[in-house]
Structures are given as structure tokens and as C-alpha cells.
């Protein structure tokens, strides 16, 4: 089973360059996340989607945009990168309701120059 | 969402048995106390999750005393390769999906 699925792994991007993170998941989940990690540090929610159709702000959601594509996907766009969101992304899904045992991708690897 | 206080860090040895400590003071009626591992360059995975009193499974314990204000996870025999960060986070899981993570406990295994 490949779980939660993250393109790619790594990326360097110039200042102000826009770049789309993608997500898919296998496991029929509900709700999904876009995490930020940066070095030492643990992690921080910038969206997320509860359901197919929604999505909602998390604690850093400011520089970036997401779009819940269908069940399956949700992708997390950054318009005009910033060094500041040099970081980790983690991508999770969780069942939803009832349950918020969430599953994480591999990470991407970003580095704003 | 209550707020969770953990150690920054700790150190113990193979075989030990590792007992790491949340404090969440603000715990709401619903909320639920689920605890993630994390090694380098990986996304974290879940450990256990509990409401109160203890449980247990295949790889730690989770202890909840009456009041719910704190929780601990017990590691029992520790191996090098429990060397992690471990979050403790709390939140509602009935209808919610806001998963916030704290900054955890960075647990340090010796041989």
C-alpha cells in the first residue's frame, strides 16, 4: 500500500517563484493536512481539509494556498516563495470523524534561494 | 485546543524502561490524548491513543490519571532505536480534524 504519496522530495526555487506540493492518499481518508518543519523544530499546520469540498486555515497559513482536488489529493501552493518557507512539508491524512490517527508522506524538501 | 507541555528532553539507556510526561492543564470534556514518534527526516508516526485510565499496546502504554490533566507514555525496554521526538497532542476526535503539534520530548537512547 503506498499511504500518503508526496511529489516531489526535493525542490530549490529562487525567490519569488511559485511551485505547487502535491498529495494523494490511497486510504479512502476523509481529512487531510499540510504540515511546514523547520530545522529542530516540530511541526506546524499551515491548512487544512476536514472533507472533500472544505478546507480550512491552520497556524501559519499565510504565504500559501490549497486546493482539495477530490478525496484523494490535496495540493499546497506557494505563489512567490520566500526564504522564510525554506522547510520540511509533511502531507498527512486521517479518517476524520472519530478518529485522528493521521498517516504522513515522506516530507518535501524546500529550499528558497 | 488545550495546550500540551512536555520535556524538551531526555536521556536513558538500553533496556530502561522510559516514561515521558505531558502536562495539558486545559484538556476540554471530548478531547482525546494521542502521542506521535518522530525520527530524522521522516514524518511522524503514530504511537497510541487514549481517553482515560491506561492503554496499552504492542509497542507503549499510555497512563491517564482521573483528573486528565496530564498523561504519560511508558516505553518499556528501550532500544537504540527508540531514539525520537515524541509528541503528545490533544484534541477533539469526535467530528474534528485539527491535528496541532507541540514541540515534543527529543528522547535520547545510550547504549
Known amino acids: 500500500n503506498a499511504g500518503v504519496t508526496q511529489t516531489p522530495k526535493f525542490q530549490v526555487l529562487k525567490t519569488g517563484q511559485s511551485m505547487t506540493l502535491q498529495c494523494a492518499q490511497d486510504m479512502n481518508h476523509n481529512s487531510m493536512y499540510w504540515y511546514r518543519q523547520d530545522p529542530g523544530m516540530g511541526l506546524r499546520l499551515i491548512y487544512y481539509?476536514?472533507?472533500?469540498?472544505?478546507?480550512d486555515k491552520g497556524e501559519v497559513p499565510n504565504g500559501y494556498n490549497v486546493s482539495r482536488l477530490n478525496k484523494r489529493e490535496f495540493s499546497l501552493r506557494l505563489e512567490s516563495a520566500a526564504p522564510s518557507q525554506t522547510s520540511v512539508y509533511f502531507c498527512a491524512s486521517s479518517p476524520g470523524t472519530d478518529n485522528t490517527e493521521a498517516f504522513f508522506g515522506q516530507g518535501t524538501r524546500l529550499t528558497v534561494v | 485546543l488545550a495546550k500540551t507541555t512536555q520535556p524538551i528532553s531526555m536521556d536513558s539507556y538500553e533496556g530502561q524502561e522510559v516514561n515521558i510526561t505531558c502536562s495539558h492543564n486545559n484538556i476540554a470534556t471530548n478531547d482525546y490524548i494521542t502521542w506521535y514518534q518522530q525520527f530524522p527526516s521522516q514524518g511522524p508516526r503514530f504511537i497510541i491513543q487514549g481517553y482515560k485510565t491506561k492503554v496499552t499496546n504492542e509497542v507503549a502504554s499510555l497512563f491517564i490519571p482521573a483528573d486528565r490533566k496530564s498523561s504519560t507514555l511508558s516505553l518499556p525496554r528501550v532500544s537504540l532505536s527508540d531514539t525520537a521526538v515524541y509528541y503528545c497532542?490533544?484534541?477533539?476526535?469526535?467530528?474534528?480534524?485539527?491535528?496541532?503539534f507541540g514541540s515534543g520530548t527529543r528522547l535520547s537512547i545510550r547504549p
Open positions: 481539509s476536514a472533507s472533500e469540498g472544505t478546507t
Open positions: 497532542l490533544v484534541g477533539d476526535v469526535i467530528g474534528a480534524s485539527k491535528i496541532i
